[in-house]
């Protein structure tokens, strides 16, 4: 038989019939992805999305589950082709009549693929090692440890005047929003954000890097004994203890150390959407409250208000 003619045990007509199968399936699993990549829409209320989202779902799961069942059918009239593969005098193995007891060829098949792509993967990982150059011996690590200075981050050191102008840029973004910068203990900054009438943040920087955010109430207080602000004590209240830990959530989403400003600007953008902390419902049941607290969770790209057990 010719190089790329099928063997006489396949059904040419059931070959065509699966291919056409092959491509229907792909159409029918497009759509199920298309239908959750277009979610709700085109309802006026939230219970008309929802059930036209669960019905169009469905519809796309039936069809997937319908081609699929007819791509196996169809597998089954095809026929199983001769293993032709040119490895050499091993081919003489799948002339075997008996090769369902002892399926050489198949498993030799399989050992040969897998031999290949290990050492596909193990060309990629020595190339990768060599560019790191790790030296893990003890004798030179204790040697380069004595010799060679640390480097430090340039991103980590950055002037507190430019540190100030960032802030202040900040500062002007948002009418509502106030900030009070003071650097207690050096170059490190501290500020004071004033949210309206909502609430108050203490954010630790470290040049224009946010290590720590404490949120309270707008009539707690935020200063110790000796006039310094708090930045150890939490607030009393449990919708600020909440809002407390989006917000540190918050910076380890927003990170980009090569640019810090950007970074920071992000953060401030998200906290400024705790103005209407009390006013706005939650986007997914559309309740105020919920265990008789408002949506203290704010969605990072919509910056839409959710209960804490209605976002996941």
């Given at each position: 038989?010719?190089?790329?003619?099928?063997?006489?045990?396949?059904?040419?007509?059931?070959?065509?019939?699966?291919?056409?199968?092959?491509?229907?399936?792909?159409?029918?699993?497009?759509?199920?992805?298309?239908?959750?990549?277009?979610?709700?829409?085109?309802?006026?209320?939230?219970?008309?999305?929802?059930?036209?989202?669960?019905?169009?779902?469905?519809?796309?799961?039936?069809?997937?589950?319908?081609?699929?069942?007819?791509?196996?059918?169809?597998?089954?009239?095809?026929?199983?082709?001769?293993?032709?593969?040119?490895?050499?005098?091993?081919?003489?193995?799948?002339?075997?009549?008996?090769?369902?007891?002892?399926?050489?060829?198949?498993?030799?098949?399989?050992?040969?693929?897998?031999?290949?792509?290990?050492?596909?993967?193990?060309?990629?990982?020595?190339?990768l090692l060599n560019q790191q150059s790790l030296k893990r011996s003890a004798n030179q690590m204790g040697v380069s440890a004595k010799r060679r200075p640390k480097a430090q981050p340039t991103t980590l050191v950055l002037p507190p005047q430019y540190v100030d102008d960032v802030?202040?840029?900040?500062?002007?973004?948002?009418?509502?929003?106030?900030?009070?910068?003071?650097?207690?203990?050096?170059?490190?900054?501290?500020?004071?954000?004033?949210?309206?009438?909502?609430?108050?943040?203490?954010?630790?920087?470290?040049?224009?890097?946010?290590?720590?955010?404490?949120?309270?109430?707008?009539?707690?207080?935020?200063?110790?004994?000796?006039?310094?602000?708090?930045?150890?004590?939490?607030?009393?209240?449990?919708?600020?203890?909440?809002?407390?830990?989006?917000?540190?959530?918050?910076?380890?989403?927003?990170?980009?150390?090569?640019?810090?400003?950007?970074?920071?600007?992000?953060?401030?953008?998200?906290?400024?959407?705790?103005?209407?902390?009390?006013?706005?419902?939650?986007?997914?049941?559309?309740?105020?409250?919920?265990?008789?607290?408002?949506?203290?969770?704010?969605?990072?790209?919509?910056?839409?208000?959710?209960?804490?057990?209605?976002?996941?």
């Amino acid at each position: 038989m010719a190089e790329g003619v099928l063997s006489p045990g396949v059904n040419l007509e059931a070959f065509s019939q699966a291919i056409a199968a092959i491509q229907a399936l792909r159409s029918s699993v497009t759509r199920v992805f298309d239908c959750l990549k277009d979610g709700m829409r085109n309802k006026e209320t939230l219970e008309g999305r929802e059930k036209g989202f669960v019905a169009a779902f469905q519809e796309s799961l039936h069809s997937v589950s319908r081609d699929l069942g007819e791509l196996e059918r169809l597998s089954n009239l095809v026929g199983k082709p001769s293993e032709n593969h040119p490895l050499h005098n091993s081919g003489l193995l799948s002339l075997d009549p008996v090769q369902d007891k002892t399926p050489l060829y198949s498993q030799l098949l399989q050992a040969y693929k897998w031999s290949n792509k290990l050492q596909y993967h193990a060309g990629l990982a020595s190339g990768l090692l060599n560019q790191q150059s790790l030296k893990r011996s003890a004798n030179q690590m204790g040697v380069s440890a004595k010799r060679r200075p640390k480097a430090q981050p340039t991103t980590l050191v950055l002037p507190p005047q430019y540190v100030d102008d960032v802030i202040n840029r900040i500062d002007r973004m948002f009418p509502e929003m106030s900030i009070q910068l003071s650097r207690p203990n050096g170059t490190s900054a501290m500020l004071l954000v004033t949210l309206g009438k909502v609430l108050k943040v203490i954010v630790v920087m470290r040049s224009l890097f946010i290590d720590r955010t404490i949120v309270k109430g707008y009539s707690e207080n935020v200063y110790t004994e000796d006039g310094k602000l708090d930045i150890w004590s939490k607030s009393n209240y449990q919708v600020f203890q909440k809002v407390t830990d989006h917000a540190t959530t918050a910076l380890l989403h927003y990170q980009l150390p090569q640019m810090p400003d950007v970074v920071v600007r992000s953060f401030m953008t998200w906290l400024r959407s705790y103005i209407k902390l009390f006013q706005a419902p939650c986007q997914r049941c559309g309740k105020f409250l919920q265990d008789g607290l408002p949506p203290t969770w704010r969605d990072f790209r919509t910056l839409e208000a959710f209960h804490d057990t209605c976002r996941q």
